[in-house]
C-alpha cells in the first residue's frame, strides 16, 4: 500500500505541507499505511498498540462502518437541501441520546465548525459577545475558536487574549488553583466556580454581559482533568443567572467513552443548552453535529439568515454516523469502556505503589492519565520524563502522547474495541520505562558524586596533576540505559 518510498514521503510534506502542520514524533516520524481494531501499521506492517486515537472510535476501519459509507457513496451523495432519511435517522438517533430540552440538530464537518456554530447560536440567542472560557482549554482551529482557546492563543506567538474572552483556572484539583492537599472535593468545586460567578460579573461591568460559557465536560489538553462532582452544576446556576448559556464541548470524550453514559456531561448530572460533538462520531470520517434547545434554535431562525453547509449532514456522512451508533451498540463498546477503563485505571494506580513519579492518575471509562512529577510533596511537574515515556513506549510500538500545562501528562483515549489484554501490554511497558528513568536517576546521581570527588582527589595528588578518567565503558554503559 506504500505508493512512494518513506524519505520521499518525507522529502515531498516538507516541500510542499505547511511547516506549522503537526506531526507524531517530528524527528523520526511514523508511516501509517493502514489500521484495524485498536492496531496501526507501518510501511513494513509493523503493529503499534493505539491508545491515544479517540476518532477512530469503534476501532479503526471498522467494517460495519466501512460498508455503511461505501455503500452510500454508490447510491448518492449529495447537500441536504434535498430531503434524505439518513440525517433526519441520524438526528433522531443523537437526540435520543440526550436530556429532553436538546432536541434540534445542526450537522457541520468538524469539531471546530461545531464549536463555531454554538458559539453563534449563544451570541446570537443573548445578543451580546463575551465568553468564558478555561485555561489550557482547546476547541478548535477556527479563528473564532483559537481566541477562546487558551492552549494555543497564550502561545509566545499566539493572538494573545481578546478583549470578549474572559479566561477561568482549570477545575484540577491535582495541580490547580485549588487542590485536594489545601481543600475538600466539594469545596475544591464551589471555590472553581466562584471563580466563574466572578467573571460573569466582570463581564457585566467590562464587556457588554457573558453570551457563553464553554467547556469540555472532561479537560483533554488541559491534562486529562477530571472536575469535582459539583463543579458544573454551580457553574451552570452562575452563568444563567447572569444571562448566558452553557456550552459542553463533547468533541474528544463523548460517543460513550465515559462508560456509564452517552456523553460526559451527563456524569455530572446538568443539561448544557448546547452540545458539540465530533471525532469519534465517524470513525475518521469528517462528520460533526451542535445539537440545542428550541428556544435557541427558534432566535437563530428569527435573524432571517438561512444556514448552508455544503457537506454538513450529507447523506454518506450520516450514513457512517448511523453505523457508528449501531456498531456502539451491538459491540457492547460502553460496557468495554467502563470494564476495560476502570481496569487500565487500576492497573496504572497498581504502577503508582512501585514508581514514585506517578503522582496522580485519573480517569473515567477509557480516558487515563497519569501525571508524572519529581516529587510527590511538591507536586512539580517531570516533564521529561513523559517524553522519554512517549519515545521509548513508540520504539516499543506503543502510541501514546503526552498533555496538559507542562506536558507532564500521560494521555489513554484509546479506540473503545481496547482490551485487557491491551492493557496489560501497554501497562507493562510502562512500567519497564518508568523503571529505566529510575535507573538513569541513580546512575546520574552516581556521576555526579564522583565528579564532586575529583577536585578532593586533585588535591591529594597535586603532583600528578591529571583527573581522574572515567572509564570509556563506564560511559558508553550509562548512555545506553
Ligand atoms: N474541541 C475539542 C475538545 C478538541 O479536542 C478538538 C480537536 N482536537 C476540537 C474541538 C476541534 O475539532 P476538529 O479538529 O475536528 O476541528
Known amino acids: 500500500m506504500e505508493q512512494i518510498p518513506k524519505s520521499e514521503t518525507i522529502a515531498l510534506r516538507n516541500k510542499l505541507i505547511g511547516p506549522s502542520c503537526q506531526l507524531f514524533f517530528k524527528k523520526d516520524p511514523l508511516k501509517i499505511v493502514r489500521g484495524q481494531g485498536q492496531y496501526l501499521y507501518d510501511e513494513k506492517d509493523n503493529a503499534y498498540l493505539d491508545c491515544i486515537n479517540n476518532v477512530a472510535h469503534v476501532g479503526h476501519c471498522h467494517p460495519a462502518v466501512v460498508k455503511a459509507g461505501s455503500e452510500q457513496m454508490s447510491i448518492l451523495n449529495t447537500n441536504n437541501r434535498f430531503l434524505h432519511d439518513n440525517i433526519v435517522l441520524c438526528a433522531e438517533r443523537i437526540v435520543s ?6 432536541e434540534v440538530c445542526f450537522f457541520v464537518n468538524s469539531g471546530s465548525e461545531a464549536n463555531d456554530l454554538a458559539l453563534r447560536l449563544a451570541q446570537i440567542h443573548t445578543g451580546r459577545k463575551d465568553v468564558i472560557t478555561l485555561e489550557h482549554a482547546y476547541h478548535g482551529h477556527l479563528t473564532s475558536l483559537i481566541d477562546i482557546s487558551h492552549y494555543k492563543f497564550n502561545l509566545p506567538g499566539g493572538v494573545g487574549q481578546k478583549e470578549h474572552v474572559y479566561l477561568a483556572p482549570c477545575p484540577d484539583s491535582y495541580r490547580g488553583k485549588y487542590r485536594d492537599d489545601e481543600y475538600a472535593a466539594e469545596e475544591i468545586g464551589s471555590l472553581y466556580a466562584d471563580d466563574i460567578r466572578e467573571l460573569c460579573e466582570d463581564s457585566e461591568k467590562l464587556g457588554n454581559g457573558v453570551s457563553a460559557f464553554i467547556a469540555e465536560s472532561l479537560l483533554s489538553c488541559g491534562g486529562q482533568v477530571i472536575p469535582p462532582t459539583n463543579y458544573f452544576s454551580e457553574v451552570y446556576d452562575h452563568v444563567r443567572k447572569a444571562g448566558g448559556v452553557c456550552i459542553a464541548d463533547e468533541v474528544q470524550v463523548g460517543f460513550g467513552r465515559v462508560g456509564k453514559h452517552w456523553w460526559a456531561f451527563q456524569h455530572y448530572d446538568v443539561k448544557p443548552d448546547i452540545v458539540t460533538m465530533g471525532k469519534p462520531m465517524g470513525n475518521g470520517h469528517p462528520v460533526a453535529c451542535v445539537v440545542t434547545t428550541r428556544a435557541i434554535a427558534e432566535s437563530f431562525f428569527n435573524t432571517g439568515v438561512e444556514y448552508f453547509n455544503t457537506y454538513g449532514g450529507n447523506p454518506v456522512s450520516c450514513a457512517i454516523a448511523n453505523a457508528v451508533f449501531d456498531t456502539i451498540e451491538k459491540d457492547n463498546l460502553m460496557e468495554r469502556a467502563s470494564v476495560v477503563g476502570k481496569y487500565l485505571f487500576d492497573s496504572c494506580q497498581a504502577l503508582a505503589s512501585k514508581h514514585k513519579f506517578i503522582g496522580e492518575v485519573r480517569g473515567l471509562g477509557l480516558f487515563v492519565g497519569i501525571d508524572l512529577v519529581k516529587d510527590r510533596d511538591s507536586r512539580e511537574a517531570y516533564t521529561e520524563c513523559a517524553k522519554t515515556v512517549v519515545q521509548r513506549m513508540r520504539e516499543e510500538h506503543i502510541l501514546v502522547s503526552s498533555d496538559g500545562p507542562e506536558c507532564n501528562v500521560i494521555k489513554f483515549k484509546p479506540p473503545m474495541v481496547f ?14 520505562v518508568l ?16 565528579q564532586n570527588l575529583v577536585p578532593s582527589i586533585l588535591a591529594d595528588h597535586p603532583t600528578k596533576g591529571q583527573s581522574p578518567v572515567v572509564r570509556p565503558s563506564y560511559k558508553e554503559n550509562i548512555k545506553s540505559i
Open 435 to 450: 523503571t529505566e528513568v529510575r535507573h538513569k536517576e541513580k546512575l546520574d546521581a552516581k556521576i555526579k558524586s564522583l
Open 97 to 102: 441520546t440526550l436530556p429532553e430540552n436538546l
Open 419 to 432: 482490551t485487557k489484554e491491551n492493557v496489560d501490554k501497554a501497562v507493562s511497558v510502562l512500567d519497564r
